[in-house]
């Protein structure tokens, strides 16, 4: 493997860190870890040097590029001006911190959902697409015609903050009845564990939806109906060919995709029924692939989303 030039993906998650490299004539090598609770930032930039360090330990050759899915809004010079999953990010010079980690190689960071949406479009072979992932928090991303939509030069596709309930819970944001707020994982646990009148951890949710346990199921249901008034809004707007859903936290509750349909089948209106919905081909690994697409596109000067940064 020695002097194989490769191209770095990593997705920054609002729980967890995922990398994998690959180059030509040489075994992808994928690692990652899970942020610890409670740590500052720095001990986050550590835990995510030592992880570079590690992968390059395992791939001594030259790495030509770096894509970065992140959640955060980032400034044009690569500082994070919000992230409410983890807010004590606000103000890192992240662009800066990543070029300390990966000297010598060109880096670029973009949106995790517009990344995850033009991922997933190309494994589906589609031109138009509406991508959904419910994780930590919403993500979204839409594909129209091949690009991007609205395109990062304007911003992300913000699918999680669409307002559904101006009276409803605060979201991490600070806005009241943001999607994310109702729909994302830990939003559906919290209620879970009011209905069930007791914690609930991901893995007893997943149990339970699967033994369609009342608590479980009523707390899936309402996330569903929340997140399919949304997509069915953007839908009026985008036409996509298919809703395409992904992110981690679908993964341990089967069937999810398909209550979602359902509830978007009834928020049709006649003439103009609610797209298909399919399962993400890439599991929720999709932000991680559109990095890599990120990384392979800097590294050969090929047509590629625009970044919010380039380093």
């Not at 990652?32 to 740590?39: L, Q, V």
């Not at 395992?58 to 970065?68: D, F, I, S």
Request: a neutral charge.
């Amino acid at each position: 493997m020695s002097g194989i030039s490769g191209f770095l993906g990593i997705d920054i998650g609002g729980t967890k860190v995922a990398v994998r490299v690959e180059g030509e004539g040489a075994e992808p090598y994928s690692a990652g870890f899970r942020w610890t609770p409670g740590a500052d930032v720095g001990a986050d930039m550590s835990a995510l040097a030592d992880c570079l360090a590690a992968l390059r330990r395992h791939w001594p050759g030259p790495l030509r590029a770096a894509g970065v899915a992140m959640p955060a809004t980032l400034d044009a010079q690569g500082r994070v001006t919000a992230w409410p999953n983890r807010p004590a990010w606000a103000g890192l010079a992240l662009a800066a911190q990543l070029r300390g980690m990966l000297p010598g190689t060109a880096v670029a960071v973009a949106d995790d959902g517009d990344l995850a949406a033009l991922a997933e479009a190309r494994a589906a072979n589609l031109a138009d697409v509406l991508y959904v992932g419910v994780g930590t928090g919403i993500g979204g991303g839409s594909v129209l015609a091949g690009e991007l939509c609205p395109g990062p030069a304007r911003g992300s596709f913000e699918l999680g903050h669409v307002v559904v309930d101006r009276s409803g819970a605060r979201c991490d944001c600070g806005r009241r009845g943001c999607v994310q707020s109702r729909a994302s994982g830990p939003a559906i646990l919290r209620r879970a564990a009011e209905l069930r009148d007791a914690p609930v951890t991901y893995a007893e949710l997943g149990q339970a939806w699967q033994r369609r346990l009342s608590w479980a199921v009523v707390a899936v249901d309402e996330a569903c109906a929340v997140l399919a008034s949304a997509i069915v809004s953007a839908a009026e707007l985008l036409h996509p060919e298919v809703v395409i859903v992904g992110g981690g936290f679908p993964a341990g509750l089967p069937g999810f995709t398909s209550l979602l349909a359902r509830h978007a089948m009834r928020l049709s209106r006649p003439g103009h029924p609610a797209p298909p919905h399919q399962d993400a081909r890439l599991g929720p690994l999709s932000s991680l692939d559109g990095a890599l697409v990120l990384a392979h596109a800097t590294g050969t000067n090929a047509k590629a989303p625009e970044a919010a940064v380039r380093g």
